[in-house]
């Protein structure tokens, strides 16, 4: 009788313990079929869920380690952005760099265009101004007469000449030694180069009319300009003939042993003595031709060298032609005053 109660109050046992332990399993508190239950104190493996305190430690790690990879990705997006932009602003440095390279290589080379065009230009101006020089020249020493020259137009500058009373015989045309003379006389009244050469100056003299006034006023006289190397016969205080002349050198020279210096005295003389015909001159410095004297061994004289400067011993030399019409045209006789200034 005493083994029924126990055997009930086993089978309640029981059956109030199967719905503990569907309970216990299904909360996760008891092994699930098929399981086992793990020993009191051993370490809970990975397929077991962690306790409370250590569900969190892995939380935190889990987190850390997310926030550290995010960091990192981060700094790497970062770090590859400033190194992208640090490459766009060489980049754009470089293409600045080789923009402004390139401008100033252009504005060299227009500079240097430049510079080569004015060069051009001013090269081109200087041959034009030298090519019309030169065709002013050419048309200049086209209008220009010189010794040697023919024509009519030395025929036109004969008788201008004559008409002004310079020396000169006739006029036929041809510009010889006795054109040359009268021109040489022309030249020295007006202040000229002595060239004998009718360019623009000498034409401009002979236009205006140049000539020499007399110093003395009245009577027959030969006056003669020692500064302007010119002898003029002079009436009543009137130029009627201008001769060209060349008087003493001013140098030193030797005759007979001693030494003189070749000057024309100034001042107020007449004519004293007179050769007609070739003389020589008694200290041998060559022949005189009709020589007139007015002061000691000093005369004028014809000669065949009269150049357009002081060139003789003292005397004052003239053309042979022109000696000729001194004596047989004009007159030239003793007493005749010779006035040298």
């Excluded at 399981?35 to 430690?57: I, K, Q």
């Excluded at 060069?119 to 050419?138: G, T």
């Excluded at 005295?265 to 050769?275: I, N, T």
């Amino acid at each position: 009788m005493r083994t029924v109660p126990s055997l009930r109050r086993r089978l309640t046992a029981s059956l109030v313990g199967v719905p503990v332990v569907l309970t216990l399993a299904l909360a996760g508190c008891a092994p699930l079929s098929g399981e086992t239950e793990p020993e009191p104190g051993a370490a809970p493996t990975t397929s077991a869920p962690p306790s409370e305190d250590g569900a969190g430690s892995t939380s935190d790690a889990q987190g850390r380690a997310d926030q550290d990879a995010q960091e990192q990705a981060d700094q790497e997006a970062a770090e590859k952005k400033a190194a992208e932009e640090a490459a766009a602003k060489e980049k754009a440095d470089q293409e600045a760099a080789e923009k402004r390279a390139a401008e100033k290589a252009k504005k060299a080379a227009e500079k240097k265009e430049a510079e080569k065009k004015a060069a051009e230009e001013a090269a081109a101006k200087e041959q034009a101004e030298q090519e019309a020089a030169e065709k002013k020249a050419a048309e200049e020493r086209d209008k220009m007469l010189e010794y040697g020259d023919s024509g009519e137009r030395v025929v036109a500058l004969q008788e201008r000449l004559q008409e002004l009373g310079y020396f000169i015989q006739e006029a036929d045309g041809s510009f010889g030694p006795a054109t040359q003379q009268a021109v040489w006389a022309l030249q020295k009244a007006a202040g000229q180069y002595r060239d004998g050469v009718v360019g623009p100056k000498t034409q401009a003299a002979l236009d205006d009319g140049v000539r020499p006034q007399a110093h003395s006023s009245s009577g027959k006289a030969i006056e003669i300009d020692l500064d302007r190397q010119l002898l003029m016969t002079v009436e009543g205080g009137k130029v009627t003939r201008i001769i060209n002349a060349s008087s003493g050198n001013g140098e030193t020279y030797e005759a007979k042993g001693r030494s003189y210096h070749a000057t024309t005295p100034r001042g107020s003389y007449a004519v004293y003595m007179e050769r007609n015909g070739m003389h020589e001159s008694t200290l041998e410095l060559g022949s005189m031709y009709r020589p007139k004297y007015f002061s000691g061994g000093y005369a004028v004289h014809g000669s065949g060298s009269i150049p357009p400067y002081p060139a003789s011993h003292g005397c004052v030399r003239v053309s042979n032609a022109a000696m000729n019409w001194l004596w047989d045209s004009w007159g030239m006789p003793k007493g005749t005053p010779v006035i040298l200034y």
